[in-house]
């Protein structure tokens, strides 16, 4: 069983900047990829970006390409989200997962388990 916690959420103007950060317990977060996703009102959840176990890998949406950068932290259990130029389209609910194993990063159905959700909202 694995936990996550995601904090660093907030309100911020467009152009700004925000990390998130993804604490998990368990003794085996080295051994998984982890992932971002984001939900917005009224939309599906959609994969935002993606680590591998060791971090040599990831990968991010056309989207956030550029923008942000996925990281982690073995050693503290953390992953990290920084997000920079925010626009107001990244609005959302922002969640961490642990990746089951197969490495299909931007497929939902391949988490095994979700934190409860970090909101980031982004004033024009």
């Known amino acids: 069983q694995v936990q996550l916690v995601e904090s660093g959420g907030g309100l911020v103007q467009a152009g700004d900047s925000l990390r998130l950060s993804c604490a998990a317990s368990?003794?085996?977060?080295?051994?998984?990829?982890m992932g971002w996703f984001r939900q917005a009102p009224g939309k599906e959840r959609e994969f935002v970006a993606a680590i591998n176990w060791s971090g040599g890998s990831t990968r991010y949406a056309d989207s956030v390409k550029g923008r942000f950068t996925i990281s982690r932290d073995n050693a503290k259990n953390i992953v990290y989200l920084q997000m920079n130029s925010l626009k107001s389209e990244d609005t959302a609910v922002y969640y961490c997962?642990?990746?089951?194993?197969?490495?299909?990063?931007?497929?939902?159905?391949?988490?095994?388990?979700w934190g409860q959700g970090a909101q980031v909202t982004v004033s024009s």
């Open positions: 997962a642990v990746e089951g194993g197969l490495w299909v990063p931007t497929a939902p159905s391949t988490y095994d388990y």
């Open positions: 368990g003794q085996t977060f080295s051994r998984y990829a």
